[in-house]
C-alpha cells in the first residue's frame, strides 16, 4: 500500500470488456486534463458512454482528485441519476456531483452522437467566458471555435430546468461558452473531445495573452475565416484523436500508469 493512494477494488471483473475500455480511456482523460494545466482540484467532471448500455455513462466520484481518477473509481450512471455501479470506498463512499449529473446526463440525453463530455473551469476559459467580447478568431487555433455556443449564467447548474436551454446553446456544436462560468466540450470520443479541450484552451490563453500586450489587435477577413473554419469540419478532415490519443496514452503509460488501475 502506497501512502497517499487509494486503495480501490478493481471493477475490472465487474463490467464488459466494452466498459473497461471505456473506463481506461476516460480515466486517461482525467489524468491529462489535470496534467495539462486544465483541472480545478476535485470540481469539474468528463464523462463517457457506456459503449452497448444506452442511457449509461460514467463520471467521477465526487471527491478525487483528477490526478488520482483510475479506470476502477469511476461510477456508472443513468441519465435519471441513479447510480448503477460503483466500487466500494470504504468509509470515504462517494458519490457525483449533483452539477455534473445535470450538465452530462442533459448532452448525453440530447445527442446521442456525443461518446465524451468534458466540462472545465481552467482559467483561460473561465476569463474569456467573462469577456463581452467572448472567444475572438484571432488565431487559426481560435479559428476552428468560429461557430462555438454561448449560454449565460444563471447561477451554479443544480436545477434540471436550466437544461433545456443548455442543450439549445449547444446545438450541434463541439464546444460551448458558459458565461461567468467556464467551458464544455463534446466529442464522438474520449480521444476527440481531449483534443477539442486542449484547442481551446490554447485558443483562450493565446487571446488573453495578445490582449495583454495592449495592441491592436490584428483581424482576419471573414471568407478566411470561414474556409479555415470549414477546414476543420467532420466532413472536411478525419475525425479528431485518431492519431494523437494512441499516443497520449503512451506518455501516460511512461509517466503516469495507475491511471489504468
Known amino acids: 500500500m502506497r501512502s497517499g493512494v487509494l486503495q480501490i477494488p478493481s471493477m475490472k471483473g465487474r463490467c464488459s470488456q466494452a466498459e473497461w475500455e471505456a473506463r481506461v480511456d476516460l480515466a486517461a482523460c482525467y489524468r491529462l486534463v489535470d496534467l495539462y494545466g486544465m483541472s480545478d482540484m476535485m470540481a469539474n467532471h468528463i464523462s463517457s458512454h457506456v459503449p452497448g448500455e444506452p442511457g449509461a455513462f460514467l463520471i467521477n466520484p465526487y471527491g478525487m482528485m483528477y490526478e488520482e481518477v483510475t479506470a476502477s473509481s469511476l461510477i456508472k450512471v443513468d441519465l435519471e441519476g441513479r447510480i448503477l455501479s460503483k466500487p466500494d470506498f470504504g468509509a470515504l463512499d462517494y458519490g ?6 445535470v450538465i452530462h446526463s442533459a448532452i448525453h440525453r440530447a445527442r446521442a452522437d456525443v461518446g465524451c463530455i468534458i466540462h472545465t473551469h481552467s482559467w483561460a476559459s473561465m476569463a474569456v467566458s467573462a469577456l463581452d467580447c ?26 434540471t430546468a ?44 493565446s487571446q488573453l495573452a495578445a490582449m495583454a500586450c495592449n495592441s491592436p489587435l490584428r483581424s482576419v477577413p471573414a471568407p ?32 503516469d500508469p495507475g491511471f489504468r488501475d
Open 96 to 101: 457525483i456531483n449533483k452539477a455534473g449529473y
Open 134 to 159: 467572448g472567444l475572438l478568431p484571432l488565431t487559426q487555433t481560435a479559428m476552428r471555435f468560429l461557430k462555438i455556443g454561448y449560454h449565460e449564467y444563471q447561477g451554479v447548474v443544480l436545477d
Open 162 to 205: 436550466e437544461q433545456a436551454s443548455l442543450i439549445e446553446d449547444l446545438g450541434r456544436g463541439e464546444a460551448l461558452i458558459l458565461r461567468n462560468h467556464g467551458a464544455v466540450v463534446v466529442g464522438r470520443t474520449v480521444g476527440e473531445a481531449f483534443n477539442w479541450t486542449h484547442r481551446l484552451e490554447l485558443a483562450c490563453r
Open 224 to 255: 478566411v475565416l470561414e474556409e479555415t473554419w470549414n477546414n476543420y469540419q467532420p466532413g472536411t478532415r478525419r475525425p479528431y484523436g485518431l492519431m494523437e490519443w494512441p499516443a497520449l496514452l503512451r506518455k501516460l503509460d511512461r509517466t
